[in-house]
């Protein structure tokens, strides 16, 4: 692995790991609020907004590796869809738009647990 594909690999590793806890955390937040803890909806909605905010980190990050690393290329297309469907994840879920919102947050779930999983392969280390 050359020194420019070293440098935006661990980021983009770090900041993947790190959304990946977020995630997580989502539905144990979310089952927390609907066993009781009024509370916990209040952190759910903070979380999915930092995970918003965090996107658009991702997105510069997948570019530089793509870019600067010469990384796979579907790395910067799948960052930005990631970025999309996690805003309407949160504007669903601030409408109260259930039918959209759970499997939604779903499918941005499983996105980030095969994202993560990916970063930490031998595969995101080869360039292209």
Do not use: C, E, K, N
Request: proline share 4%; aromatic share 6%.
């Amino acid at each position: 692995m050359d020194t420019s594909m070293r440098l935006t690999l661990w980021p983009l590793r770090l900041l993947l790991t790190l959304h990946l806890v977020a995630v997580l955390a989502q539905p144990v937040l979310a089952g927390r609020f609907l066993t009781g803890d009024i509370d916990a909806i209040a952190a759910h909605g903070l979380v999915g907004s930092l995970l918003a905010a965090s996107g658009l980190v991702l997105i510069g990050l997948t570019l530089l590796y793509v870019l600067a690393g010469r990384g796979r290329l579907w790395v910067a297309p799948a960052g930005v869809v990631l970025f999309l469907a996690i805003g309407i994840q949160v504007g669903a879920g601030y409408s109260r738009d259930l039918a959209l919102h759970v499997p939604l947050g779903v499918a941005v779930v499983l996105a980030s647990v095969l994202l993560a999983i990916w970063v930490w392969s031998p595969s995101a280390g080869r360039s292209r």
